[in-house]
T-cell receptor, first 114, second 112 residues
Framework: SQQGEEDPQALSIQEGENATMNCSYKTSINNLQWYRQNSGRGLVHLILIRSNEREKHSGRLRVTLDTSKKSSSLLITASRAADTASYFCAPSYVGGTSYGKLTFGQGTILTVHP | NAGVTQTPKFQVLKTGQSMTLQCAQDMNHEYMSWYRQDPGMGLRLIHYSVGAGITDQGEVPNGYNVSRSTTEDFPLRLLSAAPSQTSVYFC???????????FGPGTRLTVL
């Protein structure tokens, strides 16, 4: 399968702590995207990092990409209870059989305790 | 813009019934996709389209049909509903292969 694999499956932290989630993927990518899903709702795009970028920031989010290891990480700093959600990565693969598709893994369930 | 809209929000079917889940987007996006989400399974791609008149199968296409007669609409048809199709269905769209994707609010389907 061509989806990204998120790790860990679940993460439980206290408010104010940092949360780190990881994503591994299979082959060459154009970019890698991270999404958040609040319970029962549609996914919301968080951040996109291109294959020629190594790090990207958006507010309290920091994403890194290591194409040599085919992995990415999402760091949420100073977590809040409102960050409680599932987080998914979506590698946007280059061409071939991936044309038209954007696939998702099982996600990381983040719980932030007040 | 309304973004990606899906109807209905909830639906209960009996085994063997057919129905169509509606999806529409007003962003003039080329690409549209249907996913199903089951507990512990993440999102699985059912069918996708890269433009009007062009559709293809995803990871779990069996039991579902799609068509794309306009850029805006991408309906998903369940031909003969089965309990295994009980799930939450999400429609999504994006402009181009490598751009961010926008999701609808989902349809929660129960097949008895």
């Amino acid at each position: 399968s061509q989806q990204g694999e998120e790790d860990p499956q679940a993460l439980s932290i206290q408010e104010g702590e940092n949360a780190t989630m990881n994503c591994s993927y299979k082959t060459s990518i154009n970019n890698l995207q991270w999404y958040r899903q609040n319970s029962g709702r549609g996914l919301v795009h968080l951040i996109l990092i291109r294959s020629n970028e190594r790090e990207k920031h958006s507010g309290r989010l920091r994403v890194t990409l290591d194409t040599s290891k085919k992995s990415s990480s999402l760091l949420i700093t100073a977590s809040r209870a409102a960050d409680t959600a599932s987080y998914f990565c979506a590698p946007s693969y280059v061409g071939g059989t991936s044309y038209g598709k954007l696939t998702f893994g099982q996600g990381t369930i983040l719980t932030v305790h007040p | 813009n309304a973004g990606v809209t899906q109807t209905p929000k909830f639906q209960v079917l009996k085994t063997g019934q057919s129905m169509t889940l509606q999806c529409a987007q007003d962003m003039n996006h080329e690409y549209m996709s249907w996913y199903r989400q089951d507990p512990g399974m993440g999102l699985r791609l059912i069918h996708y389209s890269v433009g009007a008149g062009i559709t293809d199968q995803g990871e779990v296409p069996n039991g579902y049909n799609v068509s794309r007669s306009t850029t805006e609409d991408f309906p998903l048809r369940l031909l003969s509903a089965a309990p295994s199709q009980t799930s939450v269905y999400f429609c999504a769209s994006r402009q181009g292969q490598y751009n961010e994707q926008f999701f609808g609010p989902g349809t929660r389907l129960t097949v008895l």
